[in-house]
């Protein structure tokens, strides 16, 4: 006897303590992180519609089966515990209506479900394509009709639906950007669709959500939301070719980087850079964060990463290449200039 009620308080405690995580985990969600329940996307808002609804039902249901469960506990307990119950069989009619009752419920949450699904699966005519290419470990967007090339920041005008075709380059990713509603595998060969629109200008969080090796964690990206004259200009600037460096220390980082291994890996439009592995550079100074969202984009940072790049994301692709300070300095000043 003592045993069991041992069994239920060391139950007790652990509810109370997972409960007690868990209130804490959910109270870290500040307006930064992702929150799918502070949508500000039409789809975003179905779907956060759709959760509030089934929450609705289920929570009912709870209720209910909870409040009859103690009616039951405490109206029929056994008072002397030798006599025995009333004997009974079954009961037809009250078979009959909770699993008729059960199937209602289901069958409303499903037809619910479609409708939602149905409402949001298309993107609406108009849509700007973008393609989203998950790499280990950042994003790669391309702008087809646009001509443009950028890495883990996707700038997109307001109020206007973006067509994403979704697919990886080398293991399983998955696109994410909760307050924008709609999560999508990220698939070598194939191409998936989603689309996405956003509402309120501001920067939305996003992160892979697939565990793709050893820096999954911190494969970031963010949506930028802007105006769209602030589009216009964004991408008038991306589609123009690198600019030329500007100081001589930027003239000798641009030497620097053209003698190096960098060239391999990088592409830097108008220079004989042409790489593929890593994210374009072209104007990797316009940029707010480099790494996938691991560092703000300043010198400082820069510096860091050029000097070791897998001391700041583990696995990264891009190696050690043992470059002096005084490289790294130059190669920050060019890299920099590149808006
Ligand atoms: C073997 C391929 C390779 C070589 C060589 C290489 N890189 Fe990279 N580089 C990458 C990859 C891959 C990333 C993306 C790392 C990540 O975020 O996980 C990257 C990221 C970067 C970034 C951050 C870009 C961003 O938007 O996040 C910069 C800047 C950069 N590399 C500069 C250089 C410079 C300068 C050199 C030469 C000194 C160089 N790289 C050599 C593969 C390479
Ligand atoms: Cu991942």
């Known amino acids: 006897m003592a045993r069991t009620g041992d069994g239920i308080r060391g139950w007790t405690w652990g509810g109370a303590a997972g409960l007690v995580i868990l209130g804490a985990g959910l109270a870290g969600c500040s307006a930064q992180s992702p929150a799918i329940l502070a949508p500000v996307s039409p789809k975003g808002r179905a779907e956060a519609e759709l959760f509030w609804f089934i929450l609705a039902i289920t929570a009912f249901v709870f209720v209910v089966v909870e409040a009859l469960l103690l009616y039951a506990v405490i109206r029929f307990r056994a008072r002397d515990p030798r006599a025995i119950p009333p004997q009974i069989h079954g009961n037809r009619a009250l078979e009959v209506s909770w699993t008729t009752v059960t199937a209602l419920g289901l069958a409303v949450i499903f037809?619910?479900?479609?409708?939602?699904?149905?409402?949001?699966?298309?993107?609406?005519?108009?849509?700007?394509?973008?393609?989203?290419?998950?790499?280990?470990?950042?994003?790669?967007?391309?702008?087809?009709?646009?001509?443009?090339?950028?890495?883990?920041?996707?700038?997109?005008?307001?109020?206007?639906?973006?067509?994403?075709?979704?697919?990886?380059?080398?293991?399983?990713?998955?696109?994410?950007?909760?307050?924008?509603?709609?999560?999508?595998?990220?698939?070598?060969?194939?191409?998936?669709?989603?689309?996405?629109?956003?509402?309120?200008?501001?920067?939305?969080?996003?992160?892979?959500?697939?565990?793709?090796?050893?820096?999954?964690?911190?494969?970031?990206?963010?949506?930028?939301?802007?105006?769209?004259?602030?589009?216009?200009?964004?991408v008038e600037a991306q589609r123009a070719p690198a600019v030329q460096p500007g100081t001589p220390l930027a003239q000798q980082g641009y030497q620097v980087f053209m003698s190096k291994a960098c060239v391999g890996c990088h592409t830097i439009d108008g220079t004989p850079a042409q790489g593929k592995v890593g994210p374009n550079l072209t104007h990797v100074g316009s940029r707010t964060t480099i790494a996938a969202g691991l560092l703000e984009n300043t010198p400082e940072n820069l510096a860091r990463w050029l000097d070791n790049p897998p001391a700041i994301k583990p696995g990264s692709l891009m190696p050690r290449l043992g470059l002096t300070p005084e490289e790294i300095q130059a190669l920050v000043a060019y890299l920099s200039s590149l808006k």
Request: aromatic share 10%.
């Open 111 to 234: 037809a619910m479900t479609w409708r939602t699904m149905a409402a949001t699966s298309t993107p609406p005519a108009g849509a700007i394509p973008v393609k989203v290419i998950g790499h280990q470990w950042w994003w790669e967007f391309q702008y087809p009709t646009l001509g443009i090339t950028t890495a883990n920041e996707l700038v997109i005008p307001v109020g206007r639906p973006i067509r994403l075709t979704v697919t990886a380059a080398d293991v399983i990713h998955s696109f994410w950007v909760p307050q924008l509603g709609g999560k999508m595998d990220a698939i070598p060969g194939r191409e998936n669709l989603l689309w996405l629109q956003a509402d309120v200008e501001g920067i939305y969080y996003g992160q892979c959500a697939e565990l793709c090796g050893v820096s999954h964690a911190n494969m970031r990206l963010r949506v930028r939301v802007v105006s769209d004259s602030e589009f216009q200009r964004w």
